[in-house]
Structures are given as structure tokens and as C-alpha cells.
């Protein structure tokens, strides 16, 4: 039976995802297993971040540590957005103080015939790690300080948005102003605009590239919707992996949307993220759908079929769940520099924060963003229980 058909999931987390009553407003924290955290930077000093990710028994390791410290209700599989991209024969490394570099970034439609679309298998050892964290998490947790006697931990399987990861893609790394990304997409605008206005309101991704081509097309102009189309294949097998192995919901990481205004989102990005949506929740968990600065874009991103939208810190809770209606749920929306603030300040933003939310079913209490190294330990965990008190139906 698909997990969304439970009349009752056993994890607080899922129960909320899916809109339905809770006893306390469930509590995760982005990037809960990083830097910040002692335990983190112990396994870090022997093992590069890739190799973390790749070796199951630490990556599990890295992801149960986290989830318990914390004393949150779902755990998120520690692996990275980009790891598809080996599969698809695209090389990169993080380069220390520098984040992500691709050596060859995409630009070419060329580059993007040559990715290819056919190795998931390749990211085996994402599943590994997932089956390993849920072993672990089988049983109903012991009852504790915030915890409900039966209650189980969800866990979070992810993937990046077809944008964002594009983004990574054709820029080489993290971008400023998306200058590559943004002339791929609007060189696919420049025939979409011209056949729109000929002929049809369909939106670009659905001019696949296997279409005939106008004699004035470029295949730079195919590029854009190619590299969605692949995305989304490569997307889709990944989650599905990850769903089989035990995940019990699926985020989608759209982190760099906000780069986009309304009209460009809607253009050349809502389709395929709505697809890749769309799978996900065919294969019968909630997807979780999330990015930074997107205050303009929550009504749009609400399209693409998300069971939960990401809020970041810049739109108060209530105002953002106004904006993305009561059709979905959300998740969010500390801003992750206020755990560096004094208890009291903290207390109130917590408070504020669950204020605007009202028990309303559906409110999973989260970050706008991830968590930054520096953060205190302790106040995370203090946030957690705080949420599990002040929450308490
Ligand atoms: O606990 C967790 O949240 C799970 C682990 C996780 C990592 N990456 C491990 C990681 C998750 C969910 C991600 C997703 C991810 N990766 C995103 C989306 C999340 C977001 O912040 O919006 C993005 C944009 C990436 C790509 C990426 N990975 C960047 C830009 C960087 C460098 C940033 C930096 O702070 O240096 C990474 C590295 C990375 N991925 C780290 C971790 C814990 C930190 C580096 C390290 O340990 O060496």
C-alpha cells in the first residue's frame, strides 16, 4: 500500500507532511548533520565529504548521530545535490572555501546530448545508506522529554530541483548573477516566444528536442529543454531508488528558484519540476518542495503538486501559507543566524513562529535555510524541544 494511503503513519512527520493531526508540531533542522556539529567534524577529519557520502555505513552513521543529538523527528540522509551528476558523466569536486566546481561546465547542446541518463544504478549506494537508517529507525522510539510513547522517525530522502541543479551545471559552481544558466534558458525562450506566438500556449519543456526543427532554430536553443527533459529522468530513478529503500518522503532542493523572477520560473522551469514533482508522489510518499527567496514565487512553486512548501525566513509563517493556500502544508521558517541569538530571543522567534501557524494541521517546524557552521549545539537542541513543549495539542 503506498504510504500516503495509511489511515495513521507512525511518524509525526509524514502524519504532517500529509496534513493530518498531530499530537506536537513535528521538528527537523536543514543541514541538521554538518560542520556545526562536533560529532560531524570528527568523522570529517578522516574522510573527504564525498567519500562520506559514498560509504553507506558512515553516511548512515553521520545521519542517525545527527537525528538523535538533535532529538528531531525525521532524519535527512546525508548525501549532496550533485552526487547524479558522476552518473551522468559530468566530474566535479568541492574544492575547500570554494564549495562545488564542475571542471567542464555544460554549454553546448552537444554537452547535453553527451550526459547521459541511463546509470542510476551508479547511486546505489544512496539506497544503501537509506536502508541502513531505516533499519536502525524500525522501532518506535523510546519515550522521552518531547516524545510520544510509538512515535518513529521519518526519513527524508532528496534530490535538487531540475534549475537549480542546471544552475550548478552550466555555471561550474555557485553563481551570483546565474549569467550561463539564464542565457541557456532565454536561447530556448527565443523559438519557444516566436512558436507561442504562432501557434500555441504550450509551455517550452513540452517542445522536447526530438520535435522538427524551424530552419531558423539553433540547436543552442534546444539545449535548455533537453537538459531539463534529462534532468527530470535522472531525477526521477534517483528518488525512486531512494522511496524503494525505505524513504519515507522525498524534498526536493529548488535552493536557487529565487534567482528567478515569476515569468522565467513559469517559463522555463515549472513544467519539469512539476513532473519530477509528479513522479515523486506516484511512487506514494509526499514531496517536500523547497528554495530561498521565494516569497514572489510560493503561489507558482505551489503548482508543481507539492505536498509541502519550503518557507524561508523572509515572509512571516502566516503570510506564507496565505500565499501557498490550505491545500498544502509547510515547513519552516527560523532564520538559522537566530540560533546564534540569546535564549530569550530565541524562545520568542520559536514561539512566534508557532503562533503564526495556529496548530493548524500541516506545519512542520524547520529552518528558512540551512543550518551554518558556528551554530551553537546546544541551541539547536534547545529549539527542538522548545517546538515539542510549546506545541504540545
Ligand atoms: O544534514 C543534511 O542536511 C544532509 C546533508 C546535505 C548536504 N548537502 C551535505 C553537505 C544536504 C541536504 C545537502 C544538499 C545540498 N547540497 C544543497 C541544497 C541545500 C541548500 O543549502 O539549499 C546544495 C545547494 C548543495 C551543494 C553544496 N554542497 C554546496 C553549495 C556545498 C558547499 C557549501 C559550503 O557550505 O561549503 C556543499 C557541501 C556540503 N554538502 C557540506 C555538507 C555537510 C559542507 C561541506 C563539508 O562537509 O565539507
Request: glycine share 6%.
Given at each position: 500500500?503506498p ?7 507512525s ?6 507532511c ?7 508540531t ?11 556539529m ?14 562520506i ?6 553516511a ?44 567542464t561546465?555544460?554549454?553546448?547542446y ?10 542510476s544504478?551508479?547511486?546505489?549506494y ?11 529507525f524500525?522501532s ?49 525562450g ?11 500556449s ?6 522536447s ?30 528518488a525512486?531508488?531512494?522511496?524503494e ?7 526536493v ?17 515549472l ?9 515523486i ?29 519550503g ?28 540560533l546564534?541569538?540569546?535564549q ?33 549545539v ?15 495539542r
Open positions: 500500500m504510504k500516503t494511503d495509511h489511515p495513521q503513519n511518524s509525526r512527520f509524514v502524519r504532517a500529509l496534513r493530518q493531526p498531530v499530537d506536537r513535528p521538528v527537523w533542522f536543514l543541514r541538521q548533520a554538518g560542520r556545526y562536533p560529532e560531524y567534524m570528527a568523522v570529517r577529519k578522516h574522510h573527504t565529504l564525498l567519500e557520502c559514498r560509504t553507506p555505513e558512515i548512515a552513521e553521520v545521519t542517525i548521530t545527527a537525528a538523535e543529538r538533535l532529538g528531531v523527528d525525521a532524519a535527512i540522509i546525508f548525501a549532496d545535490l550533485l552526487l547524479p551528476f558522476t552518473p551522468m558523466g559530468l566530474d566535479f569536486e568541492f574544492v575547500a572555501g570554494e564549495g562545488p566546481v564542475v571542471n561546465p555544460i554549454r553546448t552537444e554537452q547535453v546530448q553527451a550526459l547521459r541518463t541511463d546509470r544504478e551508479d547511486l546505489i544512496v539506497s544503501q545508506s537509506i536502508e541502513k537508517v531505516a533499519k536502525h524500525a518506535p522510539r523510546p519515550p522521552e522529554a518531547g516524545q510520544t510513547d510509538g512515535d518513529q522517525l521519518g526519513i527524508i530522502g532528496f534530490c535538487g530541483a531540475p534549475f537549480t541543479l542546471a544552475s550548478y551545471m552550466i555555471e561550474g559552481g555557485s553563481s551570483r548573477n546565474y549569467i550561463e544558466a539564464k542565457k541557456m534558458m532565454y536561447a530556448s527565443a523559438t519557444t516566444e516566436s512558436r507561442h506566438s504562432e501557434r500555441s504550450e509551455p517550452p519543456y513540452l517542445h528536442s526530438t520535435e522538427p526543427q524551424s530552419p531558423m532554430e539553433t540547436t543552442g536553443s534546444a539545449a535548455w529543454p533537453l537538459l531539463m527533459e534529462k534532468l527530470v529522468t535522472v531525477l526521477t530513478a534517483f525512486a531508488q531512494q522511496v529503500a525505505g524513504a519515507d518522503v522525498i524534498q532542493f529548488d535552493s536557487w528558484a529565487g534567482a528567478l523572477s515569476v515569468e522565467d520560473y513559469r517559463q522555463f522551469c513544467a519539469p519540476t512539476k513532473q519530477l514533482v509528479e513522479n508522489r506516484n511512487m506514494g510518499v509526499p514531496a517536500i518542495y523547497f528554495g530561498v527567496d521565494t516569497a514572489s514565487l510560493l503561489p507558482t512553486m505551489t503548482e508543481t503538486g507539492a505536498d509541502v512548501l518557507l524561508d525566513w523572509r515572509i512571516p509563517l502566516d503570510e506564507g501559507w496565505k500565499s501557498v493556500g490550505t491545500a498544502h502544508a509547510i515547513q519552516g521558517n527560523l532564520d538559522p543566524i537566530a546564534f541569538a540569546p530569550e530571543v530565541l524562545h520568542a522567534r520559536v514561539k512566534t513562529i508557532l503562533q503564526q501557524a495556529a496548530n493548524r494541521p500541516g506545519h512542520i517546524f524547520n529552518l528558512g535555510h540551512g543550518i551554518v557552521p558556528g551554530t551553537p546546544e541551541n539547536v537542541i534547545q529549539v527542538a524541544r522548545w517546538v515539542h513543549e510549546l506545541s504540545a
